[in-house]
């Protein structure tokens, strides 16, 4: 091939000043070995972690049932928060503890914000900004930030579209400093989720004037933490004895747990549902006010457990109100219902020879309906009542609830491999202990 005339040209002027030319290697060769050892004797700057996926959040408003503020910061991409159509609005997560902020990323749908400020707290109360501008695009906006708080929250001010703010996910990126998601809960063993009772010291509270529903006793850890709170609901003709067994438990796990009594005995799924949400409601209220044991003590996330009418109960609260953020639906009754829209993660505890609601006929449908929601199905051997206080294998029960909970209320992933992999895998293949199972792992 004939050689270009800039390669003839470079060729002659390499050939016609050798020295210069190997000085300048030599000179290159001294800058690029200082460097390199300028590189590698510099430590390694410290990765920030995704401190927002999963944590509880709220916000100034919704569009609707299916764009909660939760959406902006589950991980997923294809869900979003969407507020009203005025301005301002905002939407908060609360880290669960004090934290170093230094990066925050908005992923946009269409409907933007052209101003907005990002700010921290350490109580929700009081805020700092820490990120302002006027100026915004949308799109994909990844800020460098300095500050830090337990929450943190974006602050729209002007919408750049007519429709309200829309973010597929609001990502908080930074270092803890304060108390770890487990909030002092030690390393979890098969021993320790086996006993009837978890490390914390619990204590016992009565719901002086129930609000939406019958009755409410509240079990709590008695230390300086906040908890997601669990609303327990009985079946038909139940009462709070139902589900006695598990409120010690969760509670000593690391959750605030309301045992509701309903207001008649006869009461439809549908109407256990409203009263999950009401003893929900009042529940957060007690723990935002002074006054009562309970006070300081929630930290926003709720869930729920129910059994028979009770389990199709959880599933009208998942359904309907976007605070509940997973549920455990134990032998659940509910007859043509659908609940293809729930996306929060659902445990589902049946029964292999119940009559009255087997899996069959309820549970397997609506698991197989859900197709955005992390689901978890065990069949176990016994009737009906295999959920409920006095019957079951609740060793077993026990663990898999309490880990379930811990994972999607708490974000605490040291409880997944109870629930995914092989150390579930005994669990999961004793016939004499699971008839059934089917999961969404890993998660």
């Given at each position: 091939m004939r050689p270009s005339s800039r390669s003839t040209h470079t060729t002659v002027q390499l050939r016609t000043r050798p020295r210069a030319m190997t000085a300048l290697i030599a000179l290159a060769t001294t800058i690029g070995l200082a460097l390199t050892l300028l590189t590698v004797a510099a430590p390694p700057a410290a990765a920030a972690d995704l401190l927002s996926q999963g944590q509880p959040a709220t916000s100034s408003s919704t569009e609707n049932a299916s764009t909660p503020a939760s959406a902006a910061v589950d991980g997923n991409t294809g869900t979003r928060w969407s507020s009203t159509f005025s301005d301002p609005q905002w939407l908060e997560v609360d880290l669960g503890a004090t934290a170093t902020i230094s990066r925050v990323v908005l992923r946009w749908e269409a409907a933007y914000a052209r101003a907005f400020q990002i700010q921290t707290s350490d109580n929700g109360t009081a805020w700092t900004t820490i990120y302002s501008t006027t100026t915004s695009t949308g799109g994909v906006q990844t800020l460098d930030v300095n500050g830090s708080g337990r929450y943190v929250r974006f602050h729209g001010t002007q919408r750049g579209t007519a429709y309200g703010y829309s973010l597929w996910e609001f990502q908080v990126y930074g270092s803890g400093e304060g108390t770890p998601p487990g909030n002092g809960i030690p390393d979890p063993t098969t021993a320790s989720l086996e006993a009837t009772n978890g490390p914390l010291t619990t204590a016992t509270y009565t719901v002086p004037s129930p609000t939406g529903y019958g009755s409410g006793t509240v079990t709590y850890p008695t230390n300086s933490s906040s908890y997601p709170g669990v609303v327990l609901m009985p079946g038909y003709q139940g009462t709070q004895q139902n589900l006695?067994?598990?409120?010690?438990?969760?509670?000593?796990?690391?959750?605030?747990?309301?045992?509701?009594?309903?207001?008649?005995?006869?009461?439809?799924?549908?109407?256990?549902?409203?009263?999950?949400?009401?003893?929900?409601?009042?529940?957060?209220?007690?723990?935002?006010?002074?006054?009562?044991?309970?006070?300081?003590?929630?930290?926003?996330?709720?869930?729920?457990?129910?059994?028979?009418?009770?389990?199709?109960?959880?599933?009208?609260?998942?359904?309907?109100?976007?605070?509940?953020?997973?549920?455990?639906?134990?032998?659940?009754?509910?007859?043509?219902?659908?609940?293809?829209?729930?996306?929060?993660?659902?445990?589902?505890?049946?029964?292999?020879?119940?009559?009255?609601?087997?899996?069959?006929?309820?549970?397997?449908?609506?698991y197989n309906s859900m197709p955005q929601a992390e689901k978890l199905y065990i069949e176990v051997p016994g009737d009906h009542l295999c959920p409920m206080t006095g019957s079951g294998n609740k060793a077993k029960q026990g663990k898999w609830i309490v880990s379930f909970l811990s994972l999607w209320l708490r974000a605490d992933t040291r409880f997944s491999p109870f629930l995914c992999g092989p150390v579930r895998d005994a669990d999961k293949s004793n016939t004499s202990l699971v008839t059934r199972w089917m999961d969404t792992c890993p998660y």
């Open positions: 006695q067994w598990l409120a010690p438990r969760l509670a000593s796990w690391g959750f605030v747990v309301i045992n509701v009594g309903t207001n008649t005995l006869t009461d439809d799924p549908e109407s256990r549902g409203r009263q999950i949400t009401a003893a929900g409601t009042q529940l957060l209220a007690l723990g935002n006010a002074p006054g009562n044991p309970i006070s300081g003590k929630l930290n926003g996330t709720l869930g729920a457990v129910g059994h028979s009418m009770g389990g199709g109960g959880v599933m009208a609260a998942l359904r309907d109100d976007t605070r509940f953020r997973a549920g455990v639906p134990t032998a659940p009754y509910y007859p043509n219902a659908n609940f293809s829209a729930v996306t929060e993660p659902t445990f589902f505890l049946t029964c292999q020879s119940d009559p009255v609601a087997h899996g069959n006929s309820y549970a397997v449908p609506w």
